[in-house]
């Protein structure tokens, strides 16, 4: 069956634009989760989206938002970006987010000139 | 606050040897993964050990999880050239779904 799907791959952007990146998780999970990872902070848990709604947050800016489709499909914003927002964007998604394996995407690599 | 540490974060093995990976986190949690990363590329689940005592293997790999000391192993036994890459374990704690990763542990096995 198909994987998790992140679009695009590779994005770069200038500082104060905005940008939104894609993430269809596997065909039945409903869970949907969104990391940062650079190599400074390491991996950093975003938020967490179960059937459109906003079940978890990580400590970030309200720079950084998201929203899930009726169909799982989830998508991550961020506004006025900064250099600092450069790094990889991987989003997981797992059957129901509790006690299930969570399978990760390719990953979007964002880089902020 | 949920912490996760892992040691060592860099080794280097000779092939054949044997070694563990340690996973440390300061929260109650009876939920522990183990992903594997290659440069460039995402993460790959390994294990999900979701109670105490939990003890899960995968060829040359084997993980387990001790949910009174906190503490969950990832051994290496005789380490091959394919192993090389970045292992992180992650810890989710009680009635959250936020899953914390620990730094990551860089292993290169030298022939």
């Known amino acids: 069956k198909a994987g998790v799907t992140q679009t695009p791959r590779y994005l770069i952007k200038t500082r104060g634009q905005q940008v939104t990146l894609s993430c269809s998780p596997i065909s039945g999970h409903r869970s949907v989760s969104w990391y940062q990872q650079t190599p400074g902070q390491g991996l950093q848990f975003l938020f967490e989206y179960f059937s459109e709604t906003q079940r978890n947050k990580g400590n970030f800016p309200g720079r950084f938002s998201g929203r899930q489709f009726s169909n799982s499909r989830s998508e991550m914003n961020v506004s006025t970006l900064e250099l600092g927002d450069s790094a990889l964007y991987l989003c997981?998604?797992?059957?129901?987010?509790?006690?299930?394996?969570?399978?990760f995407g390719q990953g979007t690599r964002l880089t902020v000139v | 606050e949920l912490k996760v540490e892992q040691n060592p974060l860099f080794l280097s093995m000779q092939e054949e040897k044997n070694y563990t990976i340690y996973c440390n986190y300061s929260?109650?949690?009876?939920?522990l993964y183990w992903y594997r990363q290659d440069p460039g590329k995402s993460l790959e689940s390994l294990f999900v050990l979701l109670s105490n005592g939990a003890v899960k293997q995968e060829g040359r790999l084997m993980a387990s999880l001790d949910t009174k000391a906190r503490l969950s192993t990832l051994h290496i036994t005789a380490a091959v050239h394919d192993l090389s890459a970045t292992y992180f374990c992650a810890v989710v704690p009680y009635n959250n779904n936020d899953m914390r990763f620990g730094a990551g542990t860089r292993l290169t096995v030298k022939p």
């Open positions: 997981a998604s797992s059957w129901t987010g509790s006690n299930t394996e969570a399978f």
């Open positions: 929260t109650t949690s009876d939920r």
